[in-house]
C-alpha cells in the first residue's frame, strides 16, 4: 500500500510539472532528467511514463529513444 501511494503521489507530481512546462527543446531536457530522477529512486514506471513525454518533445533523441527501450525491458 505504502508503494501505491508513492507511485500516486509521483504521478500527481509528474502531472503538475507537466502542465507546468511549455513545448520547447529544453523542456525534453527537463522531462529527461526529471525521469532518470524517478529511475534512480527505483521507479520505472513513472520513469517511463515521464520519458515517453519526454520523447513526444525530441522524437529523434537518441538518449531518449535508447531510455525508453531499457524501460520496455524491465
Given at each position: 500500500i505504502k508503494e501505491e501511494k508513492r507511485r500516486n503521489?509521483?504521478?500527481q507530481t509528474f502531472l503538475d510539472l507537466e502542465q507546468k512546462i511549455k513545448s520547447n527543446s529544453k523542456s525534453a531536457d527537463i522531462l529527461r532528467d526529471v525521469a532518470l530522477a524517478f529511475?534512480?529512486?527505483g521507479d520505472i514506471i513513472t520513469a517511463f511514463s515521464v520519458m515517453k513525454k519526454a520523447l513526444e518533445l525530441r522524437p529523434?533523441?537518441?538518449f531518449i529513444k535508447r531510455k525508453i527501450e531499457e524501460y520496455k525491458k524491465n
Open positions: 503521489n509521483n504521478t529511475e534512480a529512486e529523434n533523441g537518441p
